[in-house]
């Protein structure tokens, strides 16, 4: 079945450094990719998504490609800041558009320190 | 508008004992669904509802029940509490079309003794 692997935590940074949290997936078809976030004691907050191969998705300073040919859908920030610290979740659904069922990764936590 | 609303926050059982995990929305939205969140194992998709009158199993549904009398609420019910089931839940929804779940719900721990 599909399936999405991230890299373990935690990421610990210092503010203004640069973030990749790897992701990388298996799908038998033509999957949507996203990323989400979770702020310690929140629920999950959709960060980003890209629905199509070589699509980019970005939102607050993060970016995400979809890159079919690496099966992956790394995200990155040029300089993170403390309200940054989160955990990340990279997840994927079932064709362009995506549906409303999910496979998510475990999750990356991430701790910026000033 | 309130967005997805959870109920209780907070819940401590017994095994053996049954309960009932409330969830509503207000933005109309026709899909709603239940994970559950475990330490190192990310969210896994319990059940699911493309509206009212009608869900569907995910990933994990053994020990739970759900129904969608209407549009608004999508309660999961645990008929016989297992250590197994202690969590944290989530309850999400989308609108229209084939589309993610956008928002979640704050979340219910759960402990089963």
């Known amino acids: 079945g599909d399936s999405v692997t991230q890299m373990e935590g935690p990421v610990t940074l210092s503010e203004e450094a640069f973030l990749t949290i790897n992701c990388t997936y298996t799908a038998t078809g033509y999957p949507s990719l996203f990323w989400y976030v979770q702020y310690p004691g929140e629920g999950l907050q959709l960060l980003l998504k890209a629905t199509k191969a070589d699509d980019k998705g970005s939102n607050k300073g993060f970016e995400a490609t979809y890159r079919k040919e690496t099966t992956s859908f790394h995200l990155e920030k040029g300089s993170v800041q403390v309200s940054d610290s989160a955990v990340y979740f990279c997840?994927?659904?079932?064709?362009?558009?995506?549906?409303?069922?999910?496979?998510f990764g475990k999750g990356t936590k991430l701790t910026v320190n000033p | 508008n309130a967005g997805v609303t959870q109920t209780p926050k907070f819940q401590v059982l017994k095994t053996g004992q049954s309960m009932t995990l409330q969830c509503a929305q207000d933005?109309?939205?026709?899909?709603m669904s239940w994970y559950r969140q475990d330490p190192g194992m990310g969210l896994r998709l319990i059940h699911y509802?493309?509206?009212?009158?009608?869900?569907d199993q995910g990933e994990v549904p053994n020990g739970y029940n759900v129904s969608r009398s209407t549009t608004e609420d999508f309660p999961l019910r645990l008929l016989s509490a297992a250590p197994s089931q202690t969590s944290v839940y989530f309850c999400?929804?989308?609108?229209?079309?084939?589309?993610?779940?956008?928002?979640f719900g704050p979340g219910t721990r759960l402990t089963v003794l």
């Open positions: 509802s493309v509206g009212a009158g009608i869900t």
């Open positions: 999400a929804s989308s609108s229209g079309g084939s589309k993610p779940p956008q928002y």
């Open positions: 933005m109309n939205h026709e899909y």
């Open positions: 997840a994927l659904s079932e064709g362009q558009g995506g549906s409303e069922k999910l496979v």
